[in-house]
C-alpha cells in the first residue's frame, strides 16, 4: 500500500525536502558499466506504444551495418537465451519468441545478468528491452517510443493517468523520443507537446514487412492480444484484407481454439433455437420468459450459465412484440454485451435491438440497469418504441431526459431499465451525493429507512443505484468525452470582485502587447513583462481591497487580457439579451447555461460591458470516466471501436468485437478531392449534390461547423435544391 502523504498535499517537511529527490533519485539509479555498448529502448507511457517493432527494427538496422546484435529483455530466474523453435510462450513470453525471429534475445530477471550472458555468447551491442527509461546499466544511448496519437494522454503518472513517471522525470535521461503514427498524429504531438520535450524527436510510422502474401480481397477473421490491437486491424485493412471478424483482446492473452469459435457459435444456436420456436403460442412463451427471469434472478452472478436459452426466449419476445428476429450478429453482438464487451456494430445492423436484448437479461438480475444514448430523443425514442417488448418480458422500462422534475426523475429511475444520457445520469449521481444523507454511513441509513414511520430524506435520492451500465455510441461516451468534467455549481454574489473585473479590464485596456506583455497563442496565454507590473503598480496605487495584494490584481489583469487577446465576439462567444453565451469553436453551436471558469467569464463580460455575472462556486464534480468506472458492469455498442480498441481495454477492462456485417455493405469510398480554396470546395459539393439529387439518391452532407451548414444551406436553395 502507498504510503498516505502520495495523497495530500505536500507539507512544509516534503517541501524542504523536496530538493534533495533529484540527488535520492541518482543514488537509487546509480548505473553498472556494460561489458558492450547498451542501446536502451522503453516508453514513459503504459502499453501499446510500438516499442517491440522498434526493437526490431533497431535490431536489425544495426545488423546491416555489421554489428552482432543480441537483444535482452525481461523474464524470470537467470539467463536463458529464447529458442525460437524449442520455446513456447508460457517458457519466455510472447515478445521474446517474437523478437527471436529476427535477433538472438535473451530472457533475465536481472538486465545487467543478462547484459553479461549476450555478451559472453558473442554481442558486440546489445538492445536492451523493456529496460525502462532509467536503466541499471549505462547507455550509449536511451530511446522512448510514444504513440503519437495518443501522446502522453492527461500528463499524469499512474493511476491518475497512463504514464509510468511524471513527464519531466520519465524523459530526463532520454536522448531520443521516438513518435510512432501517420503525419496527421505527429503533427497533433508535436503542437500539443513539443514545448515540454526537451531531447531530441525523430517521427517514425508503423509498415508491414513484406511477406509476398497478397491480402487484397482476403477474407480475414483476426484477433489481437497487444496493447495497441486496433493498429493490428488497421494494418490489415490497409492492406486490402476483409475483415470478417475482429476481436480485441487483453494484452498478452494467450489464444484458444475456442476463443476463435466462442461467439459464433452461440450466436447460431441461440438463433437457430428461437426459430424452431418461433411458433409456439405467447402465453408458453410468456410462461417460459417467466421461469427465466425467476433463474437468474436467483443466481444474478450466473448469468452467463443460461444465457443461450434465455436469449432466445427474449429474442422470440422481440419478434412476437416487435416484428423483429434478431440475426445472428445481432445475438453475438448482444452475447458479447452480456459479458461486458464492447462491439462494433455498423450502421443500420441493428444495435438498439441487440442492446435491448442485454437489457433485459440484466434487468431480471433485479439491480440497476442504465442505457446510456447520445442525447434526449434517442433515450425518449427508444424506451418508448421497446416498451412492449420489454413489458412482455417482464421488464419496466423508463426514460430520463433533462427538462424532467426532480419527481419525474425519481419515479422513471424506479423503472427496471432507464433510457438517459450520459450527462443526465451523471448529474443525478452528483446531485444524490451532494444530498445530506448521501454522507451519512449506509448501514446507519439503512436502520434509519427501516425504523422511521415518516419518508426520510433518503426519498430525495432520485437513484436506485449504479451497477449495469449499457452505452450506444461507446467512443463518444467513454473515449471522446472520457476527462472532460461535469461540474454542479452555484452562483456566490462578489459585489467587490464584479467592482475589481471592471477596473481590471480597464487597466489592461493601458497595456500593450510586445511592450507591456507577450501572448502565447498556442496556450491563450499572457506573459506580463517589467512594465507592465509597473504599469499596474501605478494604476492600483489609489485602490482599495483587492488591489492591495500583488499576485490578485495581476491575476485579474491577465484575465482581462485574456479575454482581450484571445476570446472574440461571434467566434468564441455571442452576446445575446446582454448576457455572454459561450460558442463550441469546433461546431459552431451556442451553448447556453455554460460559463467560463476561474474569472475568466466575468473578464469578457466586462470587457462587453454587460452585466457581471456572479462566479459560480463548483460544489461536485466528476468526469466520465470516473463516473462509468462506478458501475460494476460495463458494456457497450459502437460503429467505430477499432481506433481506441486498446484504450478502452486499459480503462475500462473492456475487450473489443468486430461483429460481422448480417448483409454486404454497399457503401462506396471514393477517393478524397482537393480543391486550392474554399470557393472551389463549395462549387465542388455544389455539383455533387446536383449529380446525386437528379438520380433520386437521398445525401446527407456532414460539415466541421454550424456556419459551414448554414452557408451550404444557402447555396443548396439558391439552385433551387430542397434542404
Same mark, same amino acid.
Given at each position: ?5 502520495? %495523497? ?14 533529484? =540527488? ?15 542501446? #536502451? ?8 506504444? =510500438? ?64 547484459? /553479461?550472458?549476450?555478451?559472453? /555468447? ?17 547507455? /550509449? ?12 494522454? %492527461? ?84 492492406? =486490402? ?17 475456442? &476463443? ?81 464487451? &464492447? ?21 431480471? +438480475? ?8 447520445? %442525447? ?9 418504441? &421497446? ?27 424506479? #423503472? ?59 467512443? %463518444? ?122 474569472? &475568466? ?11 457581471? +455575472? ?6 461536485? #464534480? ?23 480498441? =486498446? ?30 480554396? /474554399? ?45
Amino acid at each position: 500500500m502507498p504510503p498516505a502523504f502520495w %495523497n495530500r498535499p505536500p507539507g512544509p517537511l516534503l517541501r524542504l525536502a523536496g530538493p534533495l529527490a533529484p =540527488g535520492l533519485r541518482r543514488a537509487r539509479t546509480t548505473r553498472v558499466r556494460a561489458p558492450v555498448p547498451v542501446v #536502451s529502448v522503453g516508453s514513459l507511457s503504459l502499453g501499446g506504444t =510500438g516499442k517491440t517493432p522498434t526493437v526490431i527494427a533497431l535490431a536489425g538496422r544495426l545488423a546491416q551495418r555489421g554489428r552482432i546484435v543480441h537483444v535482452v529483455t525481461a523474464g524470470r530466474g537467470a539467463p536463458l537465451r529464447v529458442d525460437e523453435r524449442g520455446h513456447g510462450v508460457r517458457d519466455v513470453g510472447d515478445e521474446p519468441l517474437l523478437i527471436a525471429a529476427f535477433a538472438p534475445t535473451w530472457v533475465a530477471a536481472d538486465p545487467v545478468a543478462g547484459l /553479461a550472458a549476450a555478451a559472453r /555468447a558473442g554481442a558486440d551491442v546489445v538492445v536492451l528491452d523493456g529496460g525502462g527509461l532509467s536503466p541499471p546499466v549505462a547507455t /550509449a544511448a536511451t530511446i522512448a517510443v510514444e504513440d503519437a496519437a495518443r501522446g502522453f494522454g %492527461n500528463g499524469f503518472a499512474w493511476p491518475l493517468g497512463p504514464l509510468r513517471q511524471r513527464l519531466a522525470v520519465g524523459l530526463d535521461g532520454v536522448d531520443l523520443l521516438l513518435t510512432v503514427g501517420p503525419s496527421a498524429a505527429q503533427a497533433a504531438f508535436a503542437a500539443t507537446w513539443g514545448a515540454r520535450v526537451s531531447c531530441r524527436v525523430l517521427a517514425a510510422r508503423l509498415a508491414p514487412l513484406e511477406t509476398g502474401m497478397d491480402w487484397a480481397g482476403l477474407d480475414v477473421v483476426a484477433f489481437a492480444g497487444i496493447g495497441a490491437p486496433e493498429r493490428f486491424f488497421a494494418t490489415l485493412d490497409g492492406l =486490402g484484407a476483409r475483415l470478417v471478424r475482429a476481436q480485441a483482446l487483453s494484452d498478452h492473452q494467450e489464444m484458444t481454439p475456442a &476463443l476463435l469459435a466462442r461467439l459464433e457459435a452461440e450466436a447460431r444456436r441461440v438463433h437457430d433455437l428461437a426459430e424452431r420456436q418461433s411458433g409456439e403460442d405467447s402465453e408458453k412463451l410468456r410462461r417460459e420468459l417467466k421461469e427465466f427471469r425467476g433463474a437468474i434472478r436467483a443466481r444474478p452472478d450466473a448469468v452467463g450459465d443460461i444465457s443461450e436459452p434465455a436469449m432466445a426466449a427474449i429474442t422470440r419476445a422481440a419478434k412476437v412484440r416487435l416484428g423483429l428476429f434478431a440475426h445472428p450478429p445481432q445475438i453475438m453482438a448482444a452475447l458479447a454485451m452480456l459479458r461486458g464487451d &464492447l462491439v462494433e456494430v455498423a450502421t443500420g445492423e441493428g444495435k438498439t435491438l441487440a442492446i435491448a436484448l442485454v437489457a433485459v437479461i440484466r434487468a431480471w +438480475t433485479e439491480r440497476p440497469c442504465h442505457v446510456v444514448t447520445a %442525447n434526449d430523443y434517442l433515450a425518449e425514442r427508444d424506451a418508448k418504441s &421497446l416498451g412492449r417488448f420489454f413489458e412482455l418480458c417482464g421488464v419496466t422500462v423508463g426514460h430520463v431526459t433533462g427538462k424532467m422534475s426532480p419527481d419525474d426523475r425519481q419515479a422513471q429511475y424506479r #423503472s427496471a431499465v432507464v433510457y438517459t444520457t450520459a450527462k443526465e445520469l451523471a448529474a443525478d449521481f452528483l446531485r444524490d451525493e451532494l444530498t445530506e444523507e448521501a454522507f451519512g454511513h449506509p448501514g446507519r441509513r439503512l436502520i434509519r429507512q427501516i425504523y422511521q414511520s415518516k419518508p426520510s430524506r433518503e426519498s430525495r435520492r432520485v437513484l436506485r443505484g449504479l451497477h449495469t451500465v449499457i452505452v450506444d455510441e461507446a467512443d %463518444n461516451g467513454l473515449i471522446d468525452e472520457a476527462v472532460t468534467p461535469l461540474i454542479i455549481s452555484q452562483s456566490q454574489v462578489n459585489e467587490a470582485l464584479a467592482e475589481a473585473t471592471l477596473r481590471a479590464s480597464e487597466v489592461s485596456g493601458e497595456l500593450v502587447c510586445e511592450r507591456h506583455y507577450t501572448r502565447e497563442e498556442a496556450r491563450r496565454a499572457v506573459k506580463l513583462k517589467e512594465e507592465g507590473y509597473r504599469v499596474i503598480e501605478a494604476a492600483s496605487e489609489s485602490l482599495s481591497g483587492i488591489w492591495k495584494g500583488r499576485t490578485r490584481k495581476v491575476e485579474l489583469v491577465l484575465k482581462a487580457l485574456e479575454a482581450r487577446e484571445f476570446f472574440h465576439r461571434d467566434k468564441q462567444y455571442v452576446v445575446e439579451d446582454k448576457k455572454i453565451v459561450i460558442v463550441d469553436e469546433s461546431t459552431g453551436r451556442r451553448m447556453p447555461g455554460r460559463s467560463w471558469r476561474q474569472g &475568466l467569464h466575468q473578464a469578457v463580460e466586462a470587457k462587453e460591458g454587460v452585466p457581471i +455575472t456572479s462566479p459560480a462556486v463548483t460544489i461536485a #464534480s466528476i468526469s466520465f470516466q470516473r463516473f462509468f468506472r462506478q458501475f460494476q458492469v460495463i458494456s457497450g455498442a459502437t460503429g467505430t471501436a477499432w481506433e481506441a480498441a =486498446g484504450e478502452f481495454w486499459r480503462i475500462y477492462g473492456m475487450r473489443a468485437n468486430r461483429i460481422p456485417l448480417h448483409r454486404p455493405c454497399q457503401r462506396q469510398e471514393l477517393a478524397p478531392r482537393v480543391f486550392a480554396t /474554399a470557393e472551389e470546395k463549395w462549387r465542388g459539393v455544389l455539383a455533387e449534390c446536383q449529380k446525386r439529387h437528379e438520380t433520386g439518391q437521398p445525401i446527407l452532407v456532414g460539415t466541421r461547423s454550424v456556419a459551414d451548414s448554414e452557408e451550404l444551406v444557402r447555396r443548396l436553395r439558391s439552385v433551387g435544391l430542397p434542404c
